[in-house]
T-cell receptor, first 122, second 114 residues
Framework: DTGVSQDPRHKITKRGQNVTFRCDPI?????LYWYRQTLGQGPEFLTY????????KSRLLSDRFSAERPKGSFSTLEIQRTEQGDSAMYLC????????????????????FGPGTRLTVL | AQSVTQPDIHITVSEGASLELRCNYS??????LFWYVQSPGQGLQLLLK??????LVQGIKGFEAEFKRSQSSFNLRKPSVHWSDAAEYFC????????????FGSGTRLSIRP
C-alpha cells in the first residue's frame, strides 16, 4: 500500500498525559499536512510542512501541540498535557508540489489523506 | 474571510435516484476546489478536483461537479446513486492568493433509501 499511513489508529489516554502520533506520507511527497476533525465537522487545518520546514501553523495549534518532520519524510504530532477538548480525529495528508510558500500552487498539489488517528481523552 | 458552506447537513435519496450536493464558497480570489468522501471512522478519499479549464469535472465512482464562478458554487452530482454511496461528503476550497491550506465545509451526510 503506497498511500498515507497513520499510527496508531486509535488512542485512549487520560487527561494530562502526553500522546504522539505518526504520519508516513506518500513516498516522495514533499508537503505534509495535519488536520483535526471533531464530530460532525469538516477537517480543520493545523499545520503543514514542505520537506522538513514547518511553513504555517494555525491558531488552533496551542503551545501544547508540536509537530516535527525531521528528515522531510514521516512526521510526528505531539500533544502535551492532553485535555478532554483534544478528543478528535487527527488526519494527516500529503501532496506533491513544485512551488514553495504561500500563494504557490501546481496542478499536482492535491492532498491525499490517511485513515486518521482517533484520540479519546478521558 | 474565506469560508466554505455546505447548506445541507443530511440528505436522503432513494437508490437509483439522482443526487446533487451543494457547496458555496466566499472570497473573491480564484479558487481551486475538491470534493472528498469519508466513510465512518475512515480518512478522506478524493472524488474529484478543479484547478482550471473545463468547469465540468469528472471524478471517480460516477461523480461529477460543476464550477460556477458567478454563483461561487461547486456542486457535486451523480445521476444514479448506489447504496454504497452512503457516506459523508466534504467540499474543500483553496485560494491561489493564500497559503496552501484548504478549507473544508462542514459536510453533508448522505443516506440511501432502499
Amino acid at each position: 500500500d503506497t498511500g498515507v499511513s497513520q499510527d496508531p489508529r486509535h488512542k485512549i489516554t487520560k487527561r494530562g498525559q502526553n500522546v504522539t502520533f505518526r504520519c508516513d506520507p506518500i513516498s516522495e511527497h514533499n508537503r505534509l499536512y495535519w488536520y483535526r476533525q471533531t464530530l460532525g465537522q469538516g477537517p480543520e487545518f493545523l499545520t503543514y510542512f514542505q520537506n522538513e520546514a514547518q511553513l504555517e501553523k494555525s491558531r488552533l495549534l496551542s503551545d501544547r501541540f508540536s509537530a516535527e518532520r525531521p528528515k522531510g519524510s514521516f512526521s510526528t504530532l505531539e500533544i502535551q498535557r492532553t485535555e478532554q477538548g483534544d478528543s478528535a480525529m487527527y488526519l494527516c495528508a500529503s501532496s506533491l508540489t513544485y512551488g514553495r510558500g504561500q500563494g504557490t500552487q501546481s496542478s499536482t498539489d492535491t492532498q491525499y489523506f490517511g485513515p486518521g488517528t482517533r484520540l479519546t481523552v478521558l | 474571510a474565506q469560508s466554505v458552506t455546505q447548506p445541507d447537513i443530511h440528505i436522503t435519496v432513494s437508490e437509483g435516484a439522482s443526487l446533487e450536493l451543494r457547496c458555496n464558497y466566499s472570497y473573491g480570489a480564484t479558487p481551486y476546489l475538491f470534493w472528498y468522501v469519508q466513510s465512518p471512522g475512515q480518512g478522506l478519499q478524493l472524488l474529484l478536483k478543479y484547478f482550471s479549464g473545463d468547469t465540468l469535472v469528472q471524478g471517480i465512482k460516477g461523480f461529477e461537479a460543476e464550477f460556477k464562478r458567478s454563483q461561487s458554487s461547486f456542486n457535486l452530482r451523480k445521476p444514479s446513486v448506489h447504496w454504497s454511496d452512503a457516506a459523508e461528503y466534504f467540499c474543500a476550497v483553496g485560494w491561489y492568493s493564500s497559503a496552501s491550506k484548504i478549507i473544508f465545509g462542514s459536510g453533508t451526510r448522505l443516506s440511501i433509501r432502499p
